[in-house]
């Protein structure tokens, strides 16, 4: 009865590295979607995959910022050039539904990145 | 493009207080979903209301969705200890395009 799973839960990266950010969403459900939580603000939608499709990434900050899902299940969030202003909570959600904006999504427990 | 506006901000109340949050967007919702996020955690779904003017209540929750499906409320009544946390409401479009967007929350702290 495992949840969305994110690996790792923290991350500190010297600017100018590269991060790859895991998720794994609840097995079965169709739609992923990746978040970026700065603190004391609302999670901020970046990207959203339906299977393996990603549908909409107009949520992404820069060309920096890559994310796949190349088999429709485990998910990958990539960012070139770690800057200091993406430091920020990454959140994953999977839902069961395929329409976008229909359905609970269910929220992992976040990466937690911290660029110096 | 769409926004989100949830006020206020931040509310702290005497335990056994009743409290609420108010979300309003700019544009008309499909849909609206309310989120909790314990501090430390992560959002953790409460509800989703579709219809124009609906009401759905949790227990002490009472979620209400506009006749005009641009507003939602959610109230507490009787607050406890365990409902601390910050609030979101999430709004969903009606266009093809559209996406969840959240509100910037409310948090709530509880006076023992």
């Known amino acids: 009865g495992a949840g969305v799973s994110q690996s790792p839960r923290y991350k500190v990266a010297k600017r100018g590295q590269d991060v790859a950010l895991r998720c794994d969403p609840i097995?079965?459900?169709?739609?992923l979607f990746w978040y970026q939580q700065a603190l004391g603000q609302g999670p901020e939608f970046l990207t959203y995959?339906?299977?393996?499709?990603?549908?909409?990434k107009s949520g992404l900050p820069s060309d920096r910022f890559f994310a796949e899902r190349p088999e429709g299940s485990v998910s990958t969030l990539k960012i070139q050039r770690t800057q200091q202003e993406d430091s920020a909570v990454y959140l994953c959600?999977?839902?069961?539904?395929?329409?976008?904006?229909?359905?609970?999504?269910?929220f992992g427990p976040g990466t937690r990145l911290t660029v110096l | 493009g769409q926004q989100v506006m949830q006020i206020p901000q931040y509310q702290h109340v005497q335990e056994g207080e009743d409290f609420t949050t108010y979300c309003n967007s700019s544009?008309?919702?499909?849909?609206i979903q309310w989120y909790k996020q314990r501090p430390g955690g992560h959002p953790v779904f409460l509800i989703q209301?579709?219809?124009?003017?609906e009401v759905k209540k949790q227990k002490r929750l009472t979620f209400q969705f506009g006749e005009a499906k641009k507003n939602s409320s959610l109230h507490i009544t009787a607050t406890q200890t365990t409902d601390v946390g910050t609030y979101f409401c999430?709004?969903?479009?009606?266009?093809?395009?559209?996406?969840?967007?959240f509100g910037s929350g409310t948090r709530l702290s509880i006076r023992p």
């Open positions: 959600a999977s839902s069961v539904k395929d329409r976008f904006v229909e359905g609970e999504q269910f």
């Open positions: 097995s079965g459900h169709v739609s």
């Open positions: 995959f339906q299977n393996e499709a990603q549908l909409d």
């Open positions: 544009t008309t919702l499909s849909n």
């Open positions: 209301l579709v219809k124009s003017g």
């Open positions: 999430a709004g969903g479009g009606y266009s093809s395009a559209s996406k969840i967007i």
